[in-house]
């Protein structure tokens, strides 16, 4: 996915599928996609409406401190805000497959972690360990691609890691289907994945090794 609008001019993008997943009620989808993704674009633009005011106006920046500042909370806001948007866009977007795994991806994932089952296996533990994402990223540092985890949107993140496969751990996600269940909820994450979808992000980061 390409995020070319400024903050301030960003919009909710629809849902990529239009089938339902197996396990995801339409329901819970809906509040998902509809209340908490819409709400994290509309915060996103709120936010960098007053942050291009400041920058304009110069208001507020003389008291800027890093205990407590409206530019301070102003960015931290900005951070959680802005990653909740694209978070959620590359989750959304592998959603809605027939879970059947080919293409380059695949390929790529069994060279570095041996079998696509191993992956699959240590991507989902990790899913288990964590509070909010899990993320296969290309690491354009490192030119490879690497899972991580994050508790939050703006937590656990890493500078050049572009995301691939992205998973919502948030209860959020899945209390309204599953209940507690966690681990069932993500073994159909992997039943509804898109690999084609995935597969195509992927083509397009890993031509950015830094």
Known sequence: MEHTASSTSYEPKPLPFQQSLIGISEKAMQIHHDKLYAGYVQKMQEIGEKLKVMCANGVGLDSANATYSELRALRDGETFAVNGVYL???YFNVLG?????????????????GTLEQ?????????????GWVVLAWDTHAGRLKIYGADSHN???????MPIIVLDVYEHAYFMDYGSDRKKYIEDFWTNMNWAAATAVYERARGTVR
């Open 88 to 90: 959620h866009e590359y």
């Open 155 to 161: 937590q656990g993140g890493v500078w050049g890691a």
């Open 119 to 131: 992956f699959v296996a240590f991507f989902s533990a990790t899913g288990m360990a964590v509070r």
């Open 97 to 113: 497959g027939n879970g059947k795994p080919e293409g380059s991806l695949v390929d790529a994932i069994v060279a570095k972690y």
